[in-house]
T-cell receptor
Framework: AQSVTQLGSHVSVSEGALVLLRCNYS??????LFWYVQYPNQGLQLLLK??????LVKGINGFEAEFKKSETSFHLTKPSAHMSDAAEYFC??????????FGKGTRLHILP | GAGVSQSPSNKVTEKGKDVELRCDPI?????LYWYRQSLGQGLEFLIY????????KSGLPSDRFSAERTGGSVSTLTIQRTQQEDSAVYLC?????????????FGPGTRLTVL
Protein backbone atom coordinates (compact mmCIF):
# COMPACT_ATOMS: atom_id res chain seq x y z
CA ALA A 1 0.00 0.00 0.00
CA GLN A 2 1.10 3.55 -0.64
CA SER A 3 0.51 6.91 0.98
CA VAL A 4 1.77 10.43 0.45
CA THR A 5 2.01 13.50 2.68
CA GLN A 6 2.46 17.05 1.45
CA LEU A 7 3.70 19.46 4.08
CA GLY A 8 1.95 22.81 3.92
CA SER A 9 -1.40 23.36 2.25
CA HIS A 10 -0.27 26.89 1.29
CA VAL A 11 3.23 28.13 0.47
CA SER A 12 4.13 31.72 -0.41
CA VAL A 13 7.39 32.78 -2.05
CA SER A 14 8.57 36.01 -3.57
CA GLU A 15 9.04 36.27 -7.32
CA GLY A 16 12.61 35.19 -8.11
CA ALA A 17 13.02 33.21 -4.88
CA LEU A 18 13.53 29.47 -4.50
CA VAL A 19 10.44 27.30 -4.61
CA LEU A 20 10.44 24.23 -2.34
CA LEU A 21 7.34 22.06 -2.03
CA ARG A 22 7.69 19.09 0.29
CA CYS A 23 6.43 15.55 -0.28
CA ASN A 24 7.02 12.43 1.77
CA TYR A 25 5.76 9.02 0.78
CA SER A 26 5.45 5.49 2.03
CA UNK A 27 5.33 2.45 -0.21
CA UNK A 28 5.60 -1.30 0.28
CA UNK A 29 7.01 -1.70 -3.25
CA UNK A 30 9.46 0.35 -5.29
CA UNK A 31 7.45 3.48 -5.97
CA UNK A 32 6.64 5.55 -8.96
CA LEU A 33 6.43 9.19 -7.89
CA PHE A 34 4.76 12.10 -9.63
CA TRP A 35 4.24 15.81 -9.34
CA TYR A 36 1.18 17.24 -11.05
CA VAL A 37 0.21 20.91 -11.33
CA GLN A 38 -3.30 22.33 -11.54
CA TYR A 39 -3.76 25.85 -12.84
CA PRO A 40 -7.03 27.65 -12.02
CA ASN A 41 -10.05 26.10 -13.75
CA GLN A 42 -7.93 23.51 -15.51
CA GLY A 43 -7.25 19.81 -15.12
CA LEU A 44 -4.07 18.42 -13.68
CA GLN A 45 -0.93 18.36 -15.81
CA LEU A 46 2.11 16.17 -15.26
CA LEU A 47 5.20 18.15 -14.19
CA LEU A 48 7.58 15.25 -13.75
CA LYS A 49 7.78 11.57 -12.89
CA UNK A 50 10.29 9.33 -11.08
CA UNK A 51 10.53 5.77 -12.40
CA UNK A 52 13.87 4.66 -10.87
CA UNK A 53 15.99 5.65 -13.88
CA UNK A 54 17.61 8.64 -12.13
CA UNK A 55 17.16 10.11 -8.69
CA LEU A 56 17.12 13.72 -9.93
CA VAL A 57 14.21 14.25 -12.26
CA LYS A 58 13.81 17.33 -14.40
CA GLY A 59 10.37 18.43 -15.49
CA ILE A 60 8.66 21.16 -17.39
CA ASN A 61 8.85 24.89 -16.60
CA GLY A 62 12.19 24.59 -14.81
CA PHE A 63 10.96 22.34 -12.00
CA GLU A 64 12.90 19.36 -10.70
CA ALA A 65 12.55 16.83 -7.91
CA GLU A 66 15.00 14.54 -6.16
CA PHE A 67 14.12 11.04 -4.99
CA LYS A 68 15.71 10.33 -1.60
CA LYS A 69 14.98 6.79 -0.52
CA SER A 70 16.61 7.19 2.90
CA GLU A 71 14.32 10.13 3.66
CA THR A 72 11.30 8.75 1.74
CA SER A 73 11.03 12.17 0.15
CA PHE A 74 10.40 13.59 -3.29
CA HIS A 75 10.50 17.37 -2.82
CA LEU A 76 9.81 19.68 -5.76
CA THR A 77 12.09 22.66 -6.38
CA LYS A 78 12.57 25.53 -8.79
CA PRO A 79 15.49 27.95 -8.43
CA SER A 80 13.57 31.12 -9.30
CA ALA A 81 9.81 31.55 -8.94
CA HIS A 82 7.76 33.23 -11.63
CA MET A 83 4.31 34.71 -11.28
CA SER A 84 2.99 32.09 -13.70
CA ASP A 85 3.98 29.33 -11.24
CA ALA A 86 1.04 30.21 -9.01
CA ALA A 87 -1.07 27.05 -8.97
CA GLU A 88 -1.86 23.99 -6.89
CA TYR A 89 0.70 21.20 -6.86
CA PHE A 90 -0.02 17.56 -6.13
CA CYS A 91 2.47 14.86 -5.22
CA UNK A 92 1.42 11.29 -6.01
CA UNK A 93 2.73 7.76 -5.54
CA UNK A 94 1.89 4.39 -7.06
CA UNK A 95 3.23 0.90 -7.44
CA UNK A 96 3.16 -0.60 -10.92
CA UNK A 97 -0.21 -2.23 -10.50
CA UNK A 98 -1.50 -0.27 -7.52
CA UNK A 99 -3.77 2.69 -7.79
CA UNK A 100 -2.15 6.11 -7.71
CA UNK A 101 -2.51 7.96 -4.42
CA PHE A 102 -2.51 11.75 -4.51
CA GLY A 103 -1.56 14.09 -1.72
CA LYS A 104 -3.92 16.81 -0.57
CA GLY A 105 -2.12 19.44 -2.58
CA THR A 106 -0.08 22.56 -1.88
CA ARG A 107 -1.25 25.89 -3.20
CA LEU A 108 1.72 28.01 -4.27
CA HIS A 109 1.36 31.80 -4.04
CA ILE A 110 3.90 34.07 -5.71
CA LEU A 111 4.43 37.47 -4.11
CA PRO A 112 5.46 40.38 -6.38
CA GLY B 1 -4.68 16.99 -30.73
CA ALA B 2 -7.79 17.08 -28.57
CA GLY B 3 -7.38 16.45 -24.89
CA VAL B 4 -9.75 14.86 -22.41
CA SER B 5 -13.11 16.59 -22.40
CA GLN B 6 -15.82 16.50 -19.76
CA SER B 7 -19.40 17.65 -19.74
CA PRO B 8 -21.11 19.49 -18.30
CA SER B 9 -18.50 21.84 -16.87
CA ASN B 10 -20.89 22.80 -14.09
CA LYS B 11 -23.94 21.03 -12.73
CA VAL B 12 -26.29 22.26 -10.03
CA THR B 13 -28.88 19.81 -8.84
CA GLU B 14 -31.30 19.30 -5.99
CA LYS B 15 -30.77 16.74 -3.29
CA GLY B 16 -32.27 13.40 -4.28
CA LYS B 17 -31.96 13.88 -8.03
CA ASP B 18 -29.79 11.68 -10.28
CA VAL B 19 -26.92 13.15 -12.31
CA GLU B 20 -24.80 11.89 -15.19
CA LEU B 21 -21.29 13.14 -15.85
CA ARG B 22 -19.59 12.46 -19.15
CA CYS B 23 -15.94 11.95 -20.08
CA ASP B 24 -14.42 11.78 -23.56
CA PRO B 25 -10.86 10.45 -23.28
CA ILE B 26 -8.03 11.07 -25.69
CA UNK B 27 -8.48 8.94 -28.80
CA UNK B 28 -6.54 5.69 -28.52
CA UNK B 29 -6.17 5.79 -24.74
CA UNK B 30 -7.24 2.45 -23.33
CA UNK B 31 -7.25 3.37 -19.65
CA LEU B 32 -9.73 5.80 -18.09
CA TYR B 33 -9.95 7.02 -14.51
CA TRP B 34 -12.48 8.94 -12.42
CA TYR B 35 -11.49 11.00 -9.39
CA ARG B 36 -13.32 13.26 -6.99
CA GLN B 37 -11.68 16.48 -5.80
CA SER B 38 -13.14 18.02 -2.68
CA LEU B 39 -11.92 21.26 -1.12
CA GLY B 40 -8.87 20.59 1.00
CA GLN B 41 -9.05 16.84 0.42
CA GLY B 42 -6.95 16.33 -2.67
CA LEU B 43 -7.94 13.76 -5.26
CA GLU B 44 -9.92 10.70 -4.30
CA PHE B 45 -9.76 7.73 -6.70
CA LEU B 46 -13.18 6.44 -7.68
CA ILE B 47 -12.90 3.89 -10.50
CA TYR B 48 -10.58 2.73 -13.25
CA UNK B 49 -11.45 1.28 -16.68
CA UNK B 50 -9.22 -0.75 -18.95
CA UNK B 51 -11.13 -0.90 -22.21
CA UNK B 52 -14.77 -1.41 -21.27
CA UNK B 53 -14.12 -3.34 -18.09
CA UNK B 54 -13.54 -1.91 -14.65
CA UNK B 55 -10.86 -3.92 -12.84
CA UNK B 56 -10.93 -1.57 -9.87
CA LYS B 57 -14.15 -0.12 -8.47
CA SER B 58 -12.84 0.04 -4.94
CA GLY B 59 -13.01 3.81 -4.71
CA LEU B 60 -16.72 4.23 -5.35
CA PRO B 61 -17.99 5.70 -2.04
CA SER B 62 -21.42 4.06 -2.08
CA ASP B 63 -23.81 2.03 -4.23
CA ARG B 64 -25.34 5.33 -5.38
CA PHE B 65 -22.28 5.75 -7.58
CA SER B 66 -21.83 3.76 -10.80
CA ALA B 67 -19.89 4.16 -14.02
CA GLU B 68 -19.79 2.60 -17.41
CA ARG B 69 -17.66 2.84 -20.49
CA THR B 70 -18.89 1.88 -23.93
CA GLY B 71 -16.89 1.15 -27.04
CA GLY B 72 -13.67 1.59 -25.13
CA SER B 73 -14.14 5.33 -25.34
CA VAL B 74 -16.74 7.56 -23.67
CA SER B 75 -17.47 7.00 -19.99
CA THR B 76 -20.42 8.10 -17.87
CA LEU B 77 -20.35 8.47 -14.09
CA THR B 78 -23.84 8.33 -12.58
CA ILE B 79 -24.73 9.46 -9.09
CA GLN B 80 -28.20 8.45 -7.94
CA ARG B 81 -30.19 10.21 -5.22
CA THR B 82 -27.54 12.89 -4.83
CA GLN B 83 -26.61 14.13 -1.37
CA GLN B 84 -25.01 17.42 -0.37
CA GLU B 85 -21.77 15.62 0.49
CA ASP B 86 -21.50 14.62 -3.19
CA SER B 87 -20.71 18.25 -4.05
CA ALA B 88 -17.20 18.28 -5.50
CA VAL B 89 -15.26 18.52 -8.73
CA TYR B 90 -15.27 15.24 -10.63
CA LEU B 91 -12.16 14.72 -12.72
CA CYS B 92 -11.64 12.25 -15.52
CA UNK B 93 -8.25 11.18 -16.84
CA UNK B 94 -7.00 8.81 -19.51
CA UNK B 95 -3.70 7.13 -20.27
CA UNK B 96 -2.28 5.33 -23.24
CA UNK B 97 -1.96 2.01 -21.47
CA UNK B 98 -2.97 0.27 -18.29
CA UNK B 99 -1.07 0.85 -15.12
CA UNK B 100 -1.20 3.71 -12.68
CA UNK B 101 2.49 4.38 -13.30
CA UNK B 102 1.68 5.78 -16.73
CA UNK B 103 1.13 9.50 -17.24
CA UNK B 104 -2.51 10.43 -16.89
CA UNK B 105 -4.03 13.24 -18.93
CA PHE B 106 -6.77 15.05 -17.06
CA GLY B 107 -9.90 16.79 -18.24
CA PRO B 108 -10.98 20.15 -16.79
CA GLY B 109 -13.54 18.51 -14.52
CA THR B 110 -17.25 18.82 -13.77
CA ARG B 111 -18.14 20.94 -10.76
CA LEU B 112 -21.17 19.37 -9.08
CA THR B 113 -23.20 21.34 -6.57
CA VAL B 114 -26.00 19.60 -4.71
CA LEU B 115 -28.42 22.00 -3.05
Amino acid sequence: AQSVTQLGSHVSVSEGALVLLRCNYSSSVPPYLFWYVQYPNQGLQLLLKYTSAATLVKGINGFEAEFKKSETSFHLTKPSAHMSDAAEYFCAVSGRDDKIIFGKGTRLHILP
Amino acid sequence: GAGVSQSPSNKVTEKGKDVELRCDPISGHTALYWYRQSLGQGLEFLIYFQGNSAPDKSGLPSDRFSAERTGGSVSTLTIQRTQQEDSAVYLCASSLDRGFHNEQFFGPGTRLTVL
